[in-house]
């Protein structure tokens, strides 16, 4: 079967890391190879692959954003792709791609005894190597025509829903386990979402469908992700955080050394842009005694921390999710009409640069693969 490999190279990551988009992604440690069928593994079910997504972490681990220290808990090399529409039987179904202590045949640890099978103690354990589908050497992900699944992560889709909103159901269930743990259960007065990619709209979808009826603001850089976050459910439409505040009538200081502080802004602000910048944007776009909810996944930064204890910030970090919040976000795309205008037209295996280059550019909203 044909499959899209990450093949880790030490110096291609340092070249990547100081050039950023600027290096060409036909020199990406990517290759485009043909592989065994999946091996049957007891409990697993081989899927056959309809759409998987390019996730702002696929691009992060390309051109070295990733935090070396996280290394340990990933293998390579490996077959990309963790956002996953397949088909089993000739049912459409998505996967949820974690690997806790079930599909890694071991006791349950504490973390999985409890639900959270997301922190699970045992990611580098067990009988598969370190990782979850996509970013584990043991499983392929995605960016292959047929992949192996745990029986428990195979989620079937309803016939009414389009691939395109059915393929974003991993970061969906990113975005509802976020948004419920840090500002749902009590609304702040307003609400700024900072960045409109892939995460950004699907936060303002999810702040939506969860019942939030207050402002709205969203930081969106580029027309067409403005035209979406409208009709997505965006109040207001600001073209940089600093123009929020300005609208929040938030109130700017001057230290010393050209520095700038803040007070005043926004009760809740989520940072979904995974760019380390803005998140030390957000942390003064907040106001005294707000939250901030870090949707993004940056890496290593030169950050202040001053604004968080100074102004009692609350911050919240978030990344996955357990098996009962992935399948409340597959329940939940009946009602998330819309979000597949998110979903460009679909790009081949062999086209796989052109591919990379178009969201490493953001050409689209969200760029994906149909292996078939």
Not at 170 to 178: C, K, M, Q
Not at 273 to 292: C, I, K
């Amino acid at each position: 079967m044909k499959a899209l490999i990450y093949w880790p190279s030490i110096p291609r990551f340092v070249v990547a890391r100081v050039l950023g988009k600027r290096y060409p992604a036909r020199l990406l440690p990517l290759r485009l190879n043909r592989l065994p069928e999946p091996e049957p593994r007891p409990g697993f079910e081989q899927l056959r692959v309809r759409l998987s997504g390019i996730c702002g972490s696929d691009l992060a681990l390309l051109y070295g954003k990733n935090s070396p220290a996280l290394s340990p808990f990933f293998s390579f090399p490996a077959v990309l792709g963790h956002e996953v529409l397949a088909e089993l039987g000739g049912v459409r179904v998505v996967v949820n791609p974690l690997l806790s202590c079930l599909e890694r045949n071991l006791p349950p640890c504490p973390a999985c005894s409890r639900g959270d099978d997301h922190l699970c103690e045992n990611v580098c354990e067990g009988d598969l190597s370190p990782g979850m589908v996509g970013f584990c050497r043991d499983l392929a992900g995605g960016w292959a025509e047929r992949i192996l699944v745990h029986r428990g992560r195979i989620h079937p889709v309803a016939e009414a829903i389009p691939d395109q909103r059915a393929v974003l159901a991993e970061p969906l269930a990113v975005v509802l386990r976020g948004i419920r743990r840090s500002l749902a259960s009590n609304w702040p007065r307003e609400i700024l979402v900072i960045g409109a990619g892939t995460i950004g709209l699907l936060a303002i979808k999810t702040i939506r469908l969860l019942g939030f009826v207050g402002p709205l603001h969203v930081v969106a850089r580029r027309a067409k992700q403005a035209e979406l976050a409208r009709a997505l459910g965006a109040t207001y439409l600001h073209p940089s955080t600093r123009a929020a505040q300005a609208f929040a009538r938030a109130k700017r200081y001057r230290g010393v050394l050209n520095s700038t502080a803040w007070r005043g802004g926004f009760a809740g602000v989520v940072e979904a842009s995974g760019n380390p910048s803005a998140l030390q944007e957000a942390s003064w776009a907040v106001e005294e005694g707000g939250r901030v909810l870090l949707l993004g996944a940056p890496g290593q930064a030169l950050h202040d921390f001053s604004p968080y204890w100074f102004r009692d910030i609350r911050l919240f970090g978030s990344y996955t999710y357990n098996r009962d919040e992935f399948a409340q976000a597959v329940q939940l795309l009946p009602e998330a009409e819309g979000i597949e205008q998110l979903v460009g037209q679909p790009y081949a295996l062999e086209a796989w640069p052109q591919a990379i280059e178009a969201a490493s550019h953001r050409k689209g909203v969200k760029v994906v693969f149909k292996p078939q």
